[in-house]
């Protein structure tokens, strides 16, 4: 099992420019998760996908974030244009499914270390 | 509204002795409770789950934790810790109501040889 990939693994930009996160989730899995995780406000929640389709975006901090999932193997999180503040490590996470009574746990990616100059 | 404590920030252990990780509760619902591991430069790893049944739950490395209803916690414990077992632990929790996981803030645990 490959587990969940991201890439890149570091990425280092500059203000103003546009960033492109990558997910691929575990096959069969059809749940899909962004976290951001810094050291003031720890682990956060961002987006989550069920079946490709995003159910909640509460999370996202400003219009500057969006996420795609245009199928089940593959997702974005595409900030722009990027601030400083943006910086710290994204990750994807993936799961067995929401609903159907049964709770599953989720599998992270290796993150990105994402850092705005 | 959800919320999930882990009171201590750091908790250092000597290589052998028994470890506990606190983590407390808040949900409206069932609970459903999560420990997760995560190393330096990695991602977050599943360690176990409490969703229904027996209290006591015994997950990956050696990892066990108890669900105390009444006291509304999920404290990771280990009889032994090693060295390796030094990193940042995760307690989670969500409800009948909420896909959503509620993350505690972490917990650095420090195990001296």
């Known amino acids: 099992d490959a587990g969940v990939i991201q890439s890149p693994r570091h990425e280092v930009t500059e203000m103003g420019q546009e960033v492109t996160l990558r997910c691929k989730p575990i096959?069969?899995?059809?749940?899909l998760f962004w976290y951001r995780q810094t050291m003031m406000r720890g682990l956060e929640l961002l987006i989550y996908f069920n079946n490709n389709v995003p159910i909640d975006d509460s999370g996202m901090p400003e219009d500057r974030f969006s996420a795609k999932m245009p199928n089940a193997s593959f997702s974005t999180l595409k900030i722009q244009p990027s601030e400083p503040r943006d910086s710290a490590v994204y990750f994807c996470?993936?799961?067995?499914?929401?609903?159907?009574?049964?709770?599953?746990?989720?599998?992270f990616g290796p993150g990105t270390r994402l850092t705005v100059t | 509204a959800q919320s999930v404590a882990q009171p201590e920030d750091q908790v250092n252990v000597a290589e052998g002795n028994p470890l506990t990780v606190k983590c407390t509760y808040s949900v409206s619902g069932n609970p459903y409770l999560f420990w997760y591991v995560q190393y330096p430069n990695r991602g977050l790893q599943f360690l176990l789950k409490?969703?229904?049944?027996d209290n006591l739950v015994k997950g990956s490395y050696g990892f066990e934790a108890e669900f105390n209803k009444s006291q509304t916690s999920f404290h990771l414990k280990k009889p032994s810790a090693l060295v390796s077992d030094s990193a940042l632990y995760f307690c989670a929790v969500r409800d009948d109501s909420n896909y959503q996981l509620i993350w505690g803030a972490g917990t650095k645990l420090i195990i001296k040889p």
């Open positions: 096959s069969g899995h059809n749940s």
């Open positions: 996470a993936s799961s067995r499914g929401l609903a159907g009574g049964v709770i599953y746990e989720q599998y």
């Open positions: 409490y969703i229904t049944g």
